[in-house]
């Protein structure tokens, strides 16, 4: 076996293209997201590489783990710490960049010129151990469960350890003991007596007595005014909040007299 | 065509992998850059084992994979902690030990 089929080299030579693209989109893209999108193309082409040499068990683990599950870890982290996270330009080691660059190129031209010189035994081709096994997965199996067992075993006190550690590393110990509503209507009652502009009763929920459902519309207080407290900081922000139609006051006649004028007026406010 | 230039594409990526640790300041892209490593690493096991028609090279596959999935986990709970601290998941920004 020493040469690949059609198929395979034609795999081999599509698959490497897009797999040193992916690495190149990897290093040098400047949207963290996109720098995920890229190693999941590497991850992929390196399974369809798997499975093309006989690795059928390895090529299914690498869609499900690596493709699967770290990498929706790293967009999970990527979530919680924002994607917007800019690389600072400041270098702490002068002139890392631009040394980076030929040391890595020098590396890689030892590695490749070390097989280049190796002296290459003929391939052998793993067919006739899988089908001596009784398929991939079963002779991996074997392997695993006699010479590897021991190894096996660590691997699983490795994994506990590591889940433990995520959860003891992110767990945050409360230094101060929780504040009940009560001593927090007090606080904020205290601070109103100092004479700070502060909402004493608690915030009205958006939506209360409001003309629509939608989170972006502000309560309206007893006097029929909006609270635009009640709407989300972030669509504060944006400026997004919705509109209201003035409800008429109790001395006011004005139902029916201004019935089509409001219904123009609620069709401004849903638009 | 050769099964070694499986070799060769490894040892590209590998080299990129480590080119992409030295340049980016990110930790996420430093360390998304170091499982590209350990799956370069690991697409050179799968071709060793192919050329020498045994299954060691698969199972020492398996077990990288298994170390890099407890390493993530560990890895991203870190650069959480140190961003919460921070406010900044840099490299540079983590260069004291305390504080």
Not at chain 2, 84 to 95: F, I, L, Q, Y
Request: charged share 15%; aromatic share 8%; net charge positive.
């Amino acid at each position: 076996m020493g040469n690949t089929g059609h198929g395979e080299t034609l795999l081999f030579w599509l698959g490497s293209i897009v797999s040193v693209l992916g690495a190149l989109g990897l290093i040098f893209s400047k949207k963290i997201v996109h720098a995920a999108l890229a190693l999941c193309s590497v991850m992929l082409c390196l399974a369809f590489f798997y499975m093309a040499q006989g690795a059928v068990f390895l090529g299914v683990v690498q869609v499900v783990v690596y493709t699967g599950a770290v990498m929706m870890l790293f967009l999970f982290v990527l979530m919680l710490i924002g994607i917007e996270s800019q690389d600072s330009l400041t270098e702490t080691i002068r002139g890392q960049r631009f040394l980076a660059v030929p040391l890595v190129v020098a590396f890689g031209a030892v590695l490749i010129g070390v097989y280049a010189h190796a002296n290459l035994p003929a391939f052998v081709g793993t067919d006739a151990v899988n089908a001596k096994g009784g398929g991939n997965v079963t002779a991996l199996a074997q392997l695993l469960f006699s010479r590897y067992y021991w190894a096996f075993e660590v691997s699983s006190a490795v994994l506990i350890t590591s889940a433990i550690g995520a959860m003891v590393l992110t767990h945050r110990e409360r230094t101060t003991p929780r504040k009940s509503q009560r001593e927090q209507s007090i606080e904020r009652f205290e601070r109103w007596g100092r004479g700070e502009r502060i909402q004493v009763t608690g915030l009205p929920n958006p939506g209360v007595y409001a003309q629509h459902n939608a989170v972006d519309t502000p309560a309206l207080l007893p006097d029929g005014s909006p609270a635009e407290v009640s709407v989300n900081a972030t669509l504060r922000g944006r400026d997004t909040v919705r509109g209201f139609r003035p409800l008429p006051l109790p001395g006011q006649v004005n139902g029916q007299v201004n019935g089509k004028q409001s219904a123009k007026q609620s069709n401004e406010v849903s638009q | 065509m050769n099964p070694a230039n499986y070799l060769y594409l490894s040892a590209i990526l590998f080299t990129l992998g480590a080119l992409g640790v030295l340049i980016r300041r990110n930790a996420i892209v430093v360390f998304m850059c170091i499982e590209l490593m350990l799956n370069a690493a690991n697409l050179a096991f799968v071709t060793f084992a192919r050329m020498r028609g045994a299954l060691d090279g698969q199972i020492i596959a398996f077990f990288t994979m298994v170390v890099a999935a407890a390493e993530v986990v560990v890895g991203l709970a870190i650069i959480i902690m140190v961003f919460r601290t921070r406010r900044s998941a840099s490299v540079d920004d983590a260069n004291l030990l305390k504080y």
